[in-house]
């Protein structure tokens, strides 16, 4: 059994050539359509010199040509790099340095970008500009235009055979720092992030057929992915979708109002979103607008936080439709999901799912934690083999426990008596304040749920005494009145005083990067660079007059 990605999107093509595969605004493309493409434009890049392993960045956003050509790189047994599109120029030198690319895919409007870059990276031969309405040079670089690329490749499927051994490589988003590449075999990622179980039972499946035999069965369901691509949640939401002879849908922006028109006019069944950046919105523009959400059967939700008071809004709304909220990581994929049932209104710990195969709780010296023992979330099973050129981070990430080789990205969870588990949040994001931690989710979950509150972003600052305090930046609602002092209350009666922020900034908007994922470089410059609301000598939020922690 190959279980590889293009192996198992060419049974889909064999299985059903006229369905819709993808569709973009007002363009779709069929299966048939979809691999004749991709065939040309892997041998257009194979006449260029790329093969087996070599690395191909995609810097595009979101659309039928991206997905063509990532589909092309890997009929090659080549490397797909996620380029952040929002990227400037320091950072891309980095990413193809690092990455080692060989090729370069990317949308005609960042090629000013492309142009300062390529000169410092000698190993880069071959670039490929998708078209748009910006005009922008791609000759001074010698790029070429997807349609001549399409024009000039064979449309035969004549390529070698394929192993689950190939490398499929994901770059980690760096909202702390740089970009880290994560190495996963692709049986291995098909099994814990493509479907290769059945997410709900915990099942392997049985062959790499059976995604294709569920889609005979069941027929074409149509999956609205709202990530950019070059994340690794709409990435495996389409690439699962396409496994199964599904119907794949991507809009080129993230808009909430164009997301409900799609809905409508795709006859869109699955929404695949990450937290309460692109959940909040979405709901909202429902709850306002008109739009006909009858075809929906499901949202999913992954990644980020989806924060209690947004639950409740789309089991209100959309009472039909069943509601999920995923646990997983670059480094460990799907590692547990729970069905929103009911919510309350005010804040939990984090998400509260059940454990997918292989995952379990471990304390600090790799021994499963008992019920209600906070400890590091660990996936066994079907794990990536580390990250790309970096030993020493691949060691802290991979250990072996009793036989058996986990990853533990650092992300911390507890075991509920009831065999659930909660995720409370990545290690590196929890603030210890006077020797207690404060998880940023929870906090952030009690600040959503005040009526005037948008969005907000918790992090920890130094504190001479303390350590760390926790302070956060808040989003208030268009066109409310948020008081500051009526947010301090409202946090205390849905969470603990020592939890409670001691600095509020409000701000016009959270900073989040294209994936809805906090941006903790911007929060922290934005606290350290300008004063907290209602900050005065000797008075934060959450402390008395005379400076000293209130009464909790």
């Not at 790499?208 to 990530?227: D, I, S, T, Y």
């Amino acid at each position: 059994m190959a279980a590889n990605i293009a192996d198992l999107i060419e049974h889909a093509v064999d299985a059903f050539p006229d369905r819709v595969a993808v569709a973009c605004g007002e363009q779709a493309i069929s299966y048939a359509e979809l691999e004749a493409t991709a065939n040309r434009v892997a041998h257009f890049l194979r006449d260029r010199g790329v093969g087996r392993g070599d690395h191909i960045g995609l810097y595009a956003g979101n659309s039928i040509e991206a997905l063509v050509a990532m589909i092309a790189v890997y009929k090659l047994r080549a490397v797909v790099v996620n380029v952040n599109y929002r990227y400037v120029e320091n950072e891309l030198q980095y990413l193809f340095e690092d990455a080692e690319l060989k090729a370069l895919v990317h949308d005609q409007c960042f090629a000013p970008r492309v142009a300062a870059v390529l000169p410092q990276s000698p190993g880069l031969h071959t670039v490929v500009s998708l078209p748009d309405d910006s005009g922008a040079d791609i000759t001074g670089y010698g790029g070429i235009s997807y349609p001549d690329a399409v024009a000039a490749g064979a449309g035969a499927r004549d390529f070698d055979e394929r192993s689950g051994d190939d490398i499929y490589l994901l770059y980690t988003g760096g909202t702390t720092g740089y970009p880290k590449g994560v190495i996963w075999r692709h049986e291995d990622v098909w099994r814990v992030l493509g479907g290769g179980i059945d997410f709900m039972s915990g099942i392997p499946l049985a062959d790499e057929w059976e995604q294709v035999k569920r889609g005979h069965e069941m027929g074409p369901m149509v999956r609205l992915c709202l990530a950019p691509l070059i994340h690794g949640n709409a990435q495996w939401a389409a690439l699962m979708a396409l496994f199964a002879g599904d119907t794949v849908v991507v809009l080129p922006h993230f808009d909430p109002r164009e997301v409900w028109r799609t809905i409508q006019r795709r006859k869109v069944n699955v929404v695949v979103l990450i937290g309460d950046a692109m959940a909040r919105p979405i709901i909202e523009t429902y709850l306002a607008g008109d739009y006909d959400g009858s075809s929906l059967v499901a949202i999913s939700s992954s990644a980020a936080l989806f924060s209690p008071v947004v639950k409740r809004q789309y089991l209100d709304a959309l009472p039909g439709v069943m509601v999920t909220d995923a646990i997983g990581s670059s480094e460990t994929g799907f590692a547990g999901i729970g069905i929103v049932a009911d919510v309350e209104g005010g804040a939990v710990d984090g998400p509260r799912v059940m454990p997918g195969p292989n995952t379990v709780v471990l304390d600090e010296y790799d021994k499963p934690c008992p019920p209600g023992v906070i400890g590091r979330l660990a996936r066994g099973g079907h794990v990536p083999l580390g990250y790309y050129k970096d030993p020493e981070k691949t060691a802290r990430l991979l250990t072996e426990v009793d036989g058996v080789r986990y990853a533990i990205p650092g992300d911390l969870a507890r075991i509920e008596e009831d065999g659930t588990i909660s995720l409370l949040g990545r290690g590196n994001t929890c603030v210890n304040t006077g020797g207690e931690k404060v998880f940023p989710e929870e906090v952030e979950g009690a600040l959503k749920a005040h009526p005037d509150v948008f969005d907000a972003l918790v992090i920890g600052r130094p504190d001479e005494r303390l350590g760390q305090r926790v302070v956060a930046l808040v989003q208030p609602r268009d066109g409310g009145d948020l008081d500051v002092a009526d947010l301090d209350s409202h946090v205390r009666t849905r969470i603990a005083g020592y939890k409670v922020p001691r600095q509020v900034w409000l701000v016009d908007s959270i900073h989040r990067t294209i994936s809805g994922k906090a941006d903790y470089r911007w929060a922290h410059e934005h606290a350290g660079s300008n004063p907290a609301e209602g900050e005065t000598p000797g008075f934060n939020l959450g402390f008395s007059a005379a400076g000293e922690p209130s009464a909790d």
